[in-house]
């Protein structure tokens, strides 16, 4: 009985010291990783249909048509490049929250993708 505690006791250490030693993934410690907008990504249609349900799931409530005025800026995508929108969405911005706990790269460029289309209707 005494020897398995023991076991327990240890492998509990080694697990918590595996943690405090084992270098952090750039996810883990935060550091905004820029991606690259090609053109044929922000001509995907799946990309645009993808953010287009994230926008209006998350970002009207502040944004879009439904939003209260003045509760955010009105986007103005032609004064914006994709890499810009991509990093207010990922980090955030003052009152703005960041969204990189909330959704993943793939979904966060798609928002982007939608956002920069022409077709984007917020
Ligand atoms: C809780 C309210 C809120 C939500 C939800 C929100 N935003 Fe924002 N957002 C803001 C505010 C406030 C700012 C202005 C920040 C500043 O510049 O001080 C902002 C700024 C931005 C900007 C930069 C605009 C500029 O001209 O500088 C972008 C791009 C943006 N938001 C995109 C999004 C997207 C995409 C979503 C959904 C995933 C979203 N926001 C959800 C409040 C919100």
């Known amino acids: 009985m005494i020897k398995s505690r023991i076991i327990v006791g240890l492998s509990a250490l080694m697990f918590m010291w595996s943690y ?8 883990e410690k935060k550091v905004f990783v820029p991606v690259e907008f090609t053109s044929a990504y922000l001509a995907d249609g ?21 939003a209260y005025p003045g509760k955010a800026p009105k ?15 990922t980090k955030g911005f003052r009152k703005m929250p960041a969204w990189d706990e909330v959704y993943d790269k793939d979904e966060r460029m798609a928002v982007v993708t939608y956002i920069m289309h022409k077709d984007f209707s917020p």
Do not use: N
Request: hydrophobic share 30%; net charge positive.
């Open 46 to 66: 799946s990309k645009f249909e993808m953010g287009k349900e994230i926008w209006f799931d998350q970002c009207t409530h502040c944004h879009g048509y439904k």
């Open 75 to 89: 986007l103005k995508p032609k004064r914006y490049k994709p890499s810009f929108v991509y990093k207010r969405v």
């Open 20 to 27: 405090s030693v084992l270098p952090a993934s750039a996810e």
